[in-house]
């Protein structure tokens, strides 16, 4: 078991590098700033330096959603 701090560290930096790679994604050349289209990016790999029974026990917790080998989701609302 992880302690809150640690948890709350976690899905902190899990949602900083969701955001970082959306708005990557959002930069890329043929995406048409006209269009207004979101960007696709809705999982990505957990940040490192928390080990993967954190993004399991977030998981768990309902906060993050698997999605594949590796890869997570955020849950809408959390």
């Known amino acids: 078991m ?4 640690d948890l709350r560290k976690a899905l902190k930096a899990f949602k900083k590098r969701l955001k970082l790679t959306q708005l ?13 289209a979101k960007s696709k ?6 940040p490192a330096g928390f080990g ?6 977030l998981a768990e917790k309902g906060y ?10 955020l849950v809408p609302g959390k």
Do not use: A, M
């Open 24 to 36: 990557d994604d959002d930069s890329k050349l043929g995406h048409s700033p006209l269009t207004g």
């Open 52 to 57: 993967k029974e954190i993004w399991e026990e």
């Open 64 to 73: 993050l959603k698997r999605d594949g080998v590796g890869f997570y989701e």
């Open 41 to 46: 990016v809705i999982s990505i790999q957990p």
């Open 2 to 5: 992880s302690t809150e701090e």
